[in-house]
């Protein structure tokens, strides 16, 4: 199956900073969603990115199908954005998201 | 618009005994998956509903199985508990194939 390998594993970042998640994976795909996990478990979705760029605030994804990554973004960070951010892509006709492993923000004040 | 609605949030069970996980996906989706996660193995995929079939099934042992209703309600089962059943388990549904997953808050079960 597909292989979905997530970097830094972990990253400490001052309020205000920036910073950028990759995500790679395998093989072709059909979805690419960006989630972050809040401290009660709940996956909020980011970004629904298959391929392209998208932006949200302060947040934005971008990826490149062609070359099997995705980038997301996050600008001036804030002490809410702290948590695990997940990456997980779909092939065609799984019908089933494969996760990486995360990546643990903790945004210190 | 209500989002995706896991109950109950939380459940404590004995090792061997059964339970039953519920999921009302968003309205009009016809899509419902269940995902498992754990510290060690993360989020792994159980199986996935479109229209009361089971259309995808992840490597999970027979105990686990699960159902998909006429109104897109889904339930997952787990017989004879392990103590390595205890994990988050998360339901997601979605409009169609080319459309994104949208998660609920999940089932925390703890197996005693």
């Known amino acids: 199956g597909i292989q979905v390998e997530q970097s830094p594993p972990d990253l400490i970042l001052q309020e205000g900073a920036n910073s950028t998640l990759r995500c790679n994976f395998s093989d072709s795909v059909n979805n690419l969603q960006w989630f972050h996990q809040n401290p009660w478990g709940q996956l909020i979705n980011l970004f629904y990115?298959?391929?392209g760029t998208k932006q949200n605030g302060r947040l934005s994804a971008t990826t490149v199908a062609t070359e099997r990554y995705s980038l997301l973004y996050i600008s001036s960070s804030q002490t809410t954005d702290s948590g695990v951010y997940f990456c997980a892509v779909g092939d065609t006709g799984r019908r089933a998201l494969t996760f990486g492993s995360g990546t643990r923000l903790q945004v210190q004040p | 618009k209500a989002g995706v609605t896991q109950t109950p949030r939380y459940l404590i069970k004995t090792r061997g005994q059964q339970v039953t996980l519920s999921c009302s996906p968003i309205?009009?989706?016809?899509?419902v998956s269940w995902y498992q996660q754990t510290p060690g193995q993360g989020l792994q995929f159980l199986f996935e509903?479109?229209?009361?079939?089971?259309?995808n099934k992840g490597n999970f042992p027979g105990r686990f199985s699960g159902r998909q209703f006429s109104n897109s309600r889904s339930e997952m089962n787990v017989s004879t508990l392990e103590l390595g059943d205890s994990a988050l388990y998360l339901c997601?549904?979605?409009?169609?194939?080319?459309?994104?997953?949208?998660f609920g808050s999940g089932t925390r079960l703890t197996v005693v």
């Open positions: 309205s009009g989706h016809r899509s």
């Open positions: 997601a549904s979605s409009l169609g194939d080319s459309n994104g997953y949208t």
């Open positions: 509903y479109f229209s009361e079939t089971q259309r």
């Open positions: 990115i298959p391929s």
